[in-house]
């Protein structure tokens, strides 16, 4: 049973390699540039020419499809980052310092938890109407809660330990424990929150733009492709299938990846 | 037991509390406020906005604004919604019916999908094999685009279901009730019965190496009432939590698809009032849910300690 696991990561990984290669290159791998018209073929289906096919205005939608894997995936990957650093301090800091401490920290991720994350999301985007770093960040607010509960329950179970006390022993500093052998300690919780917390932010990101209260046109996004999408489904379904497409594939190699390093640590 | 429970019901409160001191923050500290959408309209002059907000009573200092507001809310005044000047508990209450129609129907299809999966995938590795891909595929498909693809392809391609809608009670009979029930029901079940077969393959393969079913199997208990009798009952408390968490979850997670489908429940309405910044409704939503998802914790501890003595004893 361990072959198909590390290869199904593999897979994955190679899978995002590609997908950020191909994001990050975008201005020289795209077919077209990133604004061309092609008013002589508008809402043309996929072709040899338009691979993907064209929108409404003649844009080619596989050059869209590239620059919007810039937008999407830079919001995964750093709403990740600020949700895991946030989850990462709370755990951390409830976990080290117990008491009263734990307790209003505890409490506030458990109130967190409580409130439906989509709709606060939603509300928060079409009260700020938010700017692509601000979304980051929004994202990134309501999503540590999980990697905080993981980096608390594991920095408890470290305190516990002998080296934790022999450290101690010799003089070592609550900071400098922290730093240098409880933190090392959590990286494999942290490792796993991080890859779900990407494949969560590429979805949140898209359910937003989805609704129109997220990235908004004309930067393309995955998320706000399908939203302009929506309404010619029946006549230029390509419109909404490939964005959609990258989307789940997106999800689906983080959530592998995210899969395959918790069982391997859990094993 | 009782004793467990009302301590639970005693912790609840505070935790009420918090969620109810965060979202008014929230909606207090975006700028403009509950007063944005106004702000944004060039119909309403300056003067207008401040005399709305003395009105609103949104001069006063914060912490009392904040004791006022959580004072009515809990007295059942919820304010009145900005699209149609009706009390938000009206609006919402209406809308109830409809959600809980389309939960269970979803609940319902996803048990039947996970709890077969999950109990072969812990005992038969080519099943788990299969429903392992499935499910992560599934719990990582944007519902989204899920809900635009069924609706392209069975509503728009081949034409055998409805598109949206709910059509209404009686008039057109069961089969167009179901038929309408159809594809919202399996966008929301398939996520649920992706996770929910995981965590059953999970508690079964944990409970299948106890003992206990040792002792069975020697005692001559066939494979099949081992699976399905010993191991699955004993499994049962846990799942049982995962699944009223996540139903509890999507008492307000139905968003997405009840917008895209057009069902008219609590989501649609949240989503519709979102486009017209209808405060008073959002904020109601936002509480509800999170009051949805404490009670239907309280309600899974409890069922927890009704089916499992042994916790009974831990606490």
């Given at each position: 049973?361990?072959?198909?696991?590390?290869?199904?990561?593999?897979?994955?990984?190679?899978?995002?390699?590609?997908?950020?290669?191909?994001a990050i290159?975008?201005?020289?791998?795209?077919?077209?540039?990133?604004?061309a018209?092609?008013?002589?073929?508008?809402?043309?289906?996929?072709?040899?020419?338009?691979?993907?096919?064209?929108?409404?205005?003649?844009?080619?939608?596989?050059?869209?499809?590239?620059?919007?894997?810039?937008?999407?995936?830079?919001?995964?990957?750093?709403?990740?980052?600020?949700?895991v650093?946030?989850g990462?301090?709370?755990?951390?800091?409830?976990?080290?310092?117990?008491?009263?401490?734990?307790?209003?920290?505890?409490?506030?991720?458990?109130?967190?938890?409580?409130?439906p994350r989509?709709?606060?999301?939603?509300?928060?985007a079409?009260?700020?109407q938010?700017?692509?770093?601000?979304?980051?960040?929004?994202?990134?607010?309501?999503?540590w809660?999980?990697?905080?509960?993981?980096?608390?329950?594991?920095?408890?179970?470290?305190?516990?330990?002998?080296?934790?006390?022999?450290?101690?022993?010799?003089?070592?500093?609550?900071p400098?424990?922290?730093?240098?052998?409880?933190?090392?300690?959590?990286l494999?919780?942290?490792?796993?929150?991080?890859?779900l917390a990407v494949?969560?932010?590429?979805?949140?990101?898209?359910?937003?733009?989805f609704f129109?209260?997220?990235?908004q046109?004309?930067?393309?996004?995955?998320g706000?492709?399908l939203y302009?999408?929506?309404?010619?489904?029946?006549?230029?379904?390509?419109?909404?299938?490939?964005?959609?497409?990258?989307?789940?594939?997106?999800?689906?190699?983080?959530?592998?990846?995210?899969d395959?390093?918790?069982?391997?640590?859990?094993r | 037991?009782?004793?467990?429970?009302?301590?639970?019901?005693?912790?609840?409160?505070?935790?009420?509390?918090?969620?109810?001191?965060?979202?008014?923050t929230?909606?207090h500290?975006?700028?403009?406020g509950?007063?944005?959408?106004?702000?944004?309209?060039?119909?309403?002059?300056?003067?207008?906005?401040?005399?709305?907000?003395?009105s609103?009573?949104?001069?006063?200092?914060?912490?009392?604004?904040?004791?006022?507001?959580?004072?009515?809310?809990v007295?059942?005044?919820?304010?009145?919604?900005?699209?149609?000047?009706r009390?938000?508990?009206?609006?919402?209450?209406?809308?109830?019916?409809?959600?809980?129609?389309?939960?269970?129907?979803?609940?319902?299809?996803?048990?039947?999908?996970a709890?077969?999966?999950?109990v072969?995938a812990?005992?038969?590795p080519r099943?788990?094999?299969?429903?392992?891909?499935?499910?992560?595929?599934?719990?990582?498909?944007?519902v989204?685009?899920?809900?635009?693809?069924?609706?392209?392809?069975?509503?728009?391609?081949?034409?055998?279901?409805?598109?949206?809608?709910?059509?209404?009670?009686?008039?057109?009979?069961?089969?167009?009730?179901?038929?309408?029930?159809?594809?919202?029901?399996?966008?929301?079940?398939?996520?649920?019965?992706?996770?929910?077969?995981?965590?059953?393959?999970?508690?079964?393969r944990?409970?299948?190496?106890?003992?206990?079913?040792?002792?069975?199997?020697?005692?001559?208990?066939?494979?099949?009432?081992?699976?399905?009798?010993?191991?699955?009952?004993n499994?049962?408390?846990?799942f049982?939590?995962?699944?009223?968490l996540?139903v509890?979850?999507?008492?307000?997670?139905?968003v997405v698809?009840?917008?895209?489908?057009?069902?008219p429940?609590?989501?649609?309405?949240?989503?519709?009032?979102?486009?017209?910044?209808?405060?008073a409704?959002?904020?109601?939503?936002?509480?509800?849910?999170?009051?949805?998802?404490?009670?239907l914790?309280?309600v899974a501890?409890?069922?927890?300690?009704?089916l499992?003595?042994?916790?009974?004893?831990?606490?």
């Open positions: 049973m361990t072959q198909p696991r590390i290869s199904q990561s593999r897979a994955a990984l190679l899978a995002i390699a590609v997908l950020v290669a191909a290159l975008a201005p020289f791998i795209a077919p077209y540039a990133a604004d018209l092609d008013l002589a073929n508008r809402r043309g289906a996929p072709s040899m020419a338009h691979p993907f096919g064209t929108d409404e205005l003649g844009r080619d939608l596989l050059t869209r499809v590239l620059f919007g894997a810039r937008v999407s995936l830079a919001i995964g990957l750093i709403s990740a980052l600020v949700s650093l946030i990462l301090c709370v755990g951390a800091i409830a976990g080290a310092a117990g008491g009263w401490i734990d307790e209003l920290l505890m409490r506030a991720t458990d109130a967190m938890l409580c409130i989509l709709p606060l999301l939603m509300m928060l079409a009260t700020v938010p700017s692509v770093p601000m979304l980051v960040l929004l994202v990134g607010l309501v999503s809660m999980e990697t905080a509960r993981a980096v608390r329950a594991d920095v408890q179970s470290i305190r516990q330990r002998d080296y934790i006390a022999a450290a101690r022993a010799v003089g070592a500093s609550a400098r424990i922290v730093a240098r052998h409880v933190i090392p300690g959590v494999p919780v942290v490792a796993v929150a991080s890859t494949g969560r932010g590429i979805l949140l990101e898209s359910a937003l733009s129109g209260v997220g990235v046109p004309p930067t393309p996004s995955w706000n492709m302009q999408a929506q309404t010619t489904m029946t006549s230029e379904p390509w419109l909404a299938v490939f964005p959609g497409l990258m989307i789940f594939l997106t999800v689906l190699a983080c959530n592998a990846i995210g395959s390093v918790g069982r391997t640590r859990s | 037991m009782m004793r467990l429970v009302g301590r639970r019901l005693v912790q609840a409160v505070p935790l009420l509390l918090v969620v109810s001191l965060l979202l008014f929230v909606l500290l975006v700028p403009g509950p007063l944005s959408a106004y702000l944004e309209n060039p119909n309403v002059r300056p003067e207008d906005i401040a005399r709305l907000r003395v609103m009573g949104l001069d006063r200092p914060l912490p009392v604004q904040y004791l006022s507001w959580l004072a009515a809310f007295q059942g005044d919820w304010g009145y919604s900005y699209a149609d000047g009390p938000v508990m009206d609006r919402l209450v209406e809308r109830v019916p409809a959600s809980l129609e389309l939960i269970g129907a979803a609940v319902v299809a996803a048990l039947l999908a709890v077969p999966a999950g072969y812990a005992v038969k099943v788990d094999r299969i429903t392992g891909i499935a499910a992560v595929a599934g719990i990582s498909l944007p989204f685009w899920f809900a635009l693809l069924l609706q392209l392809g069975f509503a728009g391609l081949l034409g055998w279901l409805p598109s949206s809608g709910r059509s209404g009670f009686g008039d057109r009979g069961l089969a167009d009730r179901l038929s309408h029930l159809v594809l919202p029901a399996t966008v929301l079940a398939a996520a649920l019965a992706s996770a929910w077969s995981r965590y059953l393959r999970r508690a079964m944990e409970t299948m190496g106890a003992p206990f079913i040792g002792a069975a199997r020697a005692r001559g208990v066939s494979e099949r009432g081992l699976l399905w009798h010993h191991a699955l009952f499994a049962l408390p846990v049982t939590t995962v699944v009223l996540d509890s979850m999507l008492a307000s997670g139905a698809t009840e917008s895209i489908f057009a069902w429940g609590v989501g649609s309405l949240f989503v519709d009032s979102l486009a017209r910044r209808d405060y409704v959002l904020m109601a939503f936002l509480m509800c849910g999170s009051v949805a998802v404490v009670t914790t309280l501890d409890a069922l927890v300690l009704w499992d003595p042994r916790t009974r004893e831990a606490a």
